[in-house]
């Protein structure tokens, strides 16, 4: 059971490239989050999905894209990146049960845009 | 104390100490908290829950108080080790609502 994985751990990037950050789950929860965080500041929520073939915007969802076209995968994607993207970003899953409410994270992926 | 810019507060504590980490949350209609903590280089991780029926609830060396008066809520860590060393964020939920709310998070630091 690896609970929440994210592809790569690692990136760097130029201005104006593109790339694709990959969650995988194997816990079966029906919601998934991308969130960024920054030095010094909490986690922001970019996009999330509340099911399969679902997404909706978060907090600071622009230069961002995503898709979840399988349940057990969350896909973020920049199209066009740019330096203030340069962050670590987190994948959580969310299990929403009698006794809980509770978020699953991922070890995070770190970027930065050159 | 308060933060400024992009410091996170920060708590300094000794081992053996014990610590106390706080958090205000905005939400009166919150109805379930959560405690993170989070290891540098690592993502959150669940330390403890709590729900808006209970004032206080332990686990193993931790404590959340739950204060829906003045809307605070505190962990407390008894018998401080350097594995604590870690930053800690509170969450609140509100049901019926898909987006949980996060603090910015405290530094605890522990001195050996």
């Known amino acids: 059971n690896a609970g929440v994985t994210q592809t790569p751990k690692f990136r760097v990037l130029k201005t104006g490239q593109s790339m694709t950050l990959l969650c995988a789950q194997d816990m079966n929860h029906e919601y998934m989050y991308w969130y960024r965080q920054d030095p010094g500041m909490g986690l922001r929520l970019i996009h999330y999905s509340v099911g399969e073939g679902t997404t909706a915007k978060g907090e600071v969802p622009d230069g961002y894209n995503v898709s979840r076209l399988k349940k057990q995968n969350f896909l973020l994607g920049l199209e066009s990146a740019a330096p203030s993207q340069t962050s670590v970003y987190f994948c959580a899953t969310r299990w929403r049960g009698r006794a809980s409410d509770t978020q699953y994270f991922g070890p995070g992926t770190r970027l930065t845009v050159l | 104390g308060e933060s400024v810019g992009l410091h996170l507060p920060t708590l300094s504590v000794q081992e053996g100490d014990n610590s106390i980490i706080n958090c205000a949350y905005s939400?009166?209609?919150?109805?379930?908290f959560i405690w993170y903590k989070q290891e540098s280089g690592k993502g959150p991780q669940f330390i403890i829950d709590i729900r808006s029926n209970m004032d206080k609830r332990q686990g193993q060396r931790v404590t959340v108080l739950l204060n829906k008066t003045v809307k605070h809520l505190s962990l407390q860590i008894a018998a401080t080790q350097p594995g604590d060393s870690a930053v800690y964020f509170c969450?609140?939920?509100?049901?019926?609502?898909?987006?949980?709310?996060f603090g910015r998070g405290t530094s605890l630091i522990v001195h050996p």
């Open positions: 969450a609140e939920n509100r049901g019926g609502s898909y987006i949980p709310t």
């Open positions: 939400n009166s209609a919150s109805d379930y």
